[in-house]
T-cell receptor
Framework: AQSVAQPEDQVNVAEGNPLTVKCTYS??????LFWYVQYPNRGLQFLLK??????LVKGSYGFEAEFNKSQTSFHLKKPSALVSDSALYFC???????????FGSGTKLNVKP | EPEVTQTPSHQVTQMGQEVILRCVPI?????FYWYRQILGQKVEFLVS????????KSEIFDDQFSVERPDGSNFTLKIRSTKLEDSAMYFC?????????????FGPGTRLLVL
C-alpha cells in the first residue's frame, strides 16, 4: 500500500537555527515528491517538488529538500529558520502512473524568536 | 498570480441535508481535484476529474459524493445526505497537465460543519 510518513507531529526550533522536517514514503516505483505548507485558516501552498535529477531540490522561501532513494526519504530543510516559517508542513507523493496524491499527516513547525 | 478560489469559506448544515461546494480552478488548468482534511488529520484524496469525467477516485468517494463541471469555470462537489463525519475542510485543486511536471494548486478550502 502507498503511504507517506511524517514521524514528528511537531518540530521546535529557534529562529536563525537550521530546521529539518522529516518525510519517508512507501510507494511503488519512482514517485514524484512534494512539500506543501499550510498556514492557519489557509489552503495548501506548494513549496517544492522532486521529479528527477539532482537529489537536492530548492523551493520557495529558502526551503530545500533532499531526496534519498535508498532511505526512501525526502526531508525538508532550511539553513536559517524564521518565525514566519511557523506553519503546518505536509509531505506528499504522487504515483507516476496514477493522478493521485498521498499526503503525510503533517508536521507542525514552531519557530521561536 | 492566478489562484484557485472556493466558496463558501464556511458552511454549516444539518445532518441529512445536501451541500454543494464550489471551486473555480485556475483558468488554463485541465485537471481538477477534491481533497478533504478532517480536523487534526491528514489531507485525503477524494477524486480527480479530467475531460468532463472522473479519472480516479478514492474509497472515500462513494455514492454519497458527486462532482460536476457545470460550465467552463466552476467545479463542484456535491455531498448528499450529509453525515456528522463529513465535517471537514474540503480543498479543491487544479493542475495544468498530467504527468510528473504537474503541480497541483490548492484553493483556501471550505470548512464544512455537519450538525
Amino acid at each position: 500500500a502507498q503511504s507517506v510518513a511524517q514521524p514528528e507531529d511537531q518540530v521546535n526550533v529557534a529562529e536563525g537555527n537550521p530546521l529539518t522536517v522529516k518525510c519517508t514514503y512507501s510507494v511503488s516505483g519512482n514517485p514524484y515528491l512534494f512539500w506543501y505548507v499550510q498556514y492557519p485558516n489557509r489552503g495548501l501552498q506548494f513549496l517544492l517538488k522532486y521529479i528527477t535529477g539532482d537529489n537536492l531540490v530548492k523551493g520557495s522561501y529558502g526551503f530545500e529538500a533532499e531526496f534519498n532513494k535508498s532511505q526512501t526519504s525526502f526531508h525538508l530543510k532550511k539553513p536559517s529558520a524564521l518565525v514566519s516559517d511557523s506553519a503546518l508542513y505536509f509531505c506528499a507523493v504522487r504515483d507516476r502512473d496514477f493522478n493521485k496524491f498521498y499526503f503525510g499527516s503533517g508536521t507542525k513547525l514552531n519557530v521561536k524568536p | 498570480e492566478p489562484e484557485v478560489t472556493q466558496t463558501p469559506s464556511h458552511q454549516v448544515t444539518q445532518m441529512g441535508q445536501e451541500v454543494i461546494l464550489r471551486c473555480v480552478p485556475i483558468s488554463n488548468h485541465l485537471y481538477f481535484y477534491w481533497y478533504r482534511q478532517i480536523l487534526g488529520q491528514k489531507v485525503e484524496f477524494l477524486v480527480s476529474f479530467y475531460n468532463n469525467e472522473i479519472s480516479e477516485k478514492s474509497e472515500i468517494f462513494d455514492d454519497q459524493f458527486s462532482v460536476e463541471r457545470p460550465d467552463g469555470s466552476n467545479f463542484t462537489l456535491k455531498i448528499r445526505s450529509t453525515k456528522l463525519e463529513d465535517s471537514a475542510m474540503y480543498f479543491c485543486a487544479s493542475s495544468e497537465m498530467r504527468g510528473g511536471q504537474e503541480t497541483q494548486y490548492f484553493g483556501p478550502g471550505t470548512r464544512l460543519l455537519v450538525l
